[in-house]
């Protein structure tokens, strides 16, 4: 390994004489080697020496026991690209734990899989508003707070929700809204910016072809019923359907439902003008292009906070909640927050660990009075699911 010179080795050595003989523990090894300017990868080699796993001394004892004892592997199932590149490698190395991380694209698809027998996932990241399913289902093991001591960082907000009372099953990562984005040469004397009027009534005369959304049918139908002043949560079945029509009116002038974050690599390459996204997204391709305006509508937005959970069926629980309180040490809820552009769940992170550009971002934390403008979704009462879903099939077949 190549050091700047002779000193700067000398220092390193000593911290791997500190770390060897346990007088510091694996984190505040990988803190002061990178302060020295020393590689991630020399780090890990170090790291990988087999008598130095788990060798944190400030975590809880039977936590890292336990990990040993669950062999020191964890498969996560969550969404793409919620974490800082370095957060799965560093847990890592901390650790001693080898990740297997795959990625879904819908909350629907993360269902499935979780209901599958014989699925075998440690820790997974549903939408708040599906984690009732998952409760009722018997999906989700109760969650043991002793292994997870950093809960008490979470805003309150986002504690004790009345989907899952006490916090027997979830803790809140991050949280975000849908919300809208505009290419300002293709739209700047549209009267209708600010508005989910771009999109349902400009959106014929002058952007046919070029209109993007999301593919998550509740979100979409979400935006209609937004645009036509409802709530996204009515039960009124009339203006559901009304919310369809509308839809149904706009779908030969609408170029994609996209997954995932399909709608910014749309918006980049001028393949849409328009779209509706998730807030972190929107934000990201307005870093890329100054052409693009993210805005929250003036008629509001739907709102959501992605939950970690340990599944029933895991093998690997002990780890799952050692990760989850890894999550939630404010400089790494920070950092997640930071490279994402999503809003985290963790108050101290907040307070003490967000970058000014993110911090500033009223896309991505909204002030007081644009939080009023932002709903959050309830499950789908299960008698709307067919009126729902046959509004989505009638959208896609069109």
């Known amino acids: 390994m190549k050091f700047l010179d002779r000193k700067q080795r000398g ?3 000593i911290e791997v004489e500190k770390l060897v003989e346990l007088r510091i523990s694996r984190r505040e090894f990988l803190k002061r080697g990178s302060a020295l300017g020393v590689s991630a990868a020399v780090l890990m080699d170090v790291l990988r020496i087999p008598n130095l796993a788990h ?4 975590e809880n004892s039977a936590v890292l026991e336990g990990i040993r004892k669950e ?18 490698p560093e847990f890592e190395w901390e650790f001693g734990v080898k990740v297997l991380y795959e990625s879904y694209s819908t909350d629907a698809k993360l269902l499935d899989a979780v209901r599958q027998p014989g699925t075998a996932y440690d820790c997974i990241c549903p ?4 984690v009732p399913t998952y409760i009722e289902e018997g999906l989700l093991a109760p969650l043991n707070f002793d292994n997870i001591p950093n809960f008490k960082n979470l805003t309150p907000h986002y504690v004790n929700t009345d989907f899952d009372p006490g916090n027997k099953f979830t803790v809140a990562m991050s949280w975000g809204t849908m919300c809208m ?8 004397d549209d009267s209708n910016t600010g508005s989910w009027r771009l999109i349902f009534d400009s959106g014929p005369r002058r952007y046919s072809g070029r209109i993007g959304f999301t593919n998550e049918k509740k979100e979409v139908i979400s935006a209609a019923l937004s645009s036509l002043g409802y709530s996204v949560n009515t039960h009124d079945r009339r203006r559901i359907r009304e919310a369809g029509g ?3 009116k706009l779908k030969p002038h609408i170029r994609a439902f996209y997954p995932g974050d399909g709608q910014k690599a749309a918006m980049l390459s001028d393949e849409i003008v328009v779209a509706s996204g998730w807030n972190g997204e929107v934000v990201k391709a307005s870093w890329q292009s ?3 305006k993210p805005f929250i509508p003036a008629e509001g937005v739907t709102g959501w906070f992605d939950n970690l959970c340990v599944p029933k069926a895991a093998k690997h629980s002990i780890t799952a909640q050692a990760f989850i309180n890894y999550l939630h040490r404010p400089e790494i809820a920070g950092r997640n927050s930071n490279a994402t552009a999503y809003a985290t769940a963790n108050q101290k992170a907040v307070d003490g660990f967000i970058k000014g550009r993110i911090a500033r971002n009223r896309i991505i934390y909204p002030t007081n009075q644009d939080f009023r403008r932002i709903e959050f979704t309830k499950r789908l009462p299960e008698e709307l699911s067919p009126l729902y879903n046959r509004i989505w099939e009638n959208l896609l077949m069109a």
């Open 11 to 13: 220092k390193f050595d």
């Open 55 to 58: 060798a944190d001394e400030t």
């Open 71 to 88: 062999g020191g592997h964890l498969h996560i199932y969550c969404w793409d690209g919620i974490f800082h590149p370095d957060t799965i």
């Open 127 to 130: 939408t708040h508003s599906f």
């Open 181 to 188: 984005m505009r290419n300002m040469r293709a739209t700047r």
């Open 246 to 248: 509308l839809l149904m």
């Open 290 to 292: 100054p052409s693009i």
